[in-house]
């Protein structure tokens, strides 16, 4: 059997690690200012952080930097038959890796970034979003992008959804208080490094006269 390449097919894309903690690693590796720890979030961490989601009310959850899915399954999990949840990451191996790990109608893995949250939502045809959860190191990010994200993020949540946030430096406190009042704050030291939670709510929609 010949082995020649038909002209203009690519070469196969190289196999990934099998194993979670083998593809989180070598995404750490790759991108380490985009991947937080390397250490995946503890399922407490992951209960308490979507403990405060209206899970019955939620079309769209978006969330930046799913990496290898630590959150994707309990997400899933909650969200609703005809619920939507899209997974923006920068790296193509994890996304890559969500789509061939994760067998789930409602999950759409994206490789983009989430400073275009906004056109990556209206292009899977919704205007708002929910919720949108991040586990992205904002305190290592280049400058600019932080608020770039910050902003288009205040942009798509639809009134009365969130934004929840868990960081390892609390940098991002100072990024989430000029854009949001309402924001709830803890620390889950059950997880490795000991993490701060925030959940920094859309203010609900005003009545109509």
Known sequence: MSTTQTPGASLAEPALPASPWGMFLRGFLKQPAMVGSIVPSSGRLIRRMLAPVDWAGTKLFVEYGPGVGTFSRAILDRLPADGVYLAIDT????????RQTIR???MRAVHGSAADVER???EHGFEKADYVLSGLPFSTLPDGVGDAIADATRAVIRPGGAFLVYQFAPKVHALLTPRWTAIDHAVEWWNVPPANLYWAHQPPARPRD
Do not use: E, G, T
């Open 91 to 98: 790296c193509p191996d994890f996304v890559r890796y969500l």
């Open 104 to 106: 789930d109608d409602r």
């Open 120 to 122: 990556i939502v209206a």
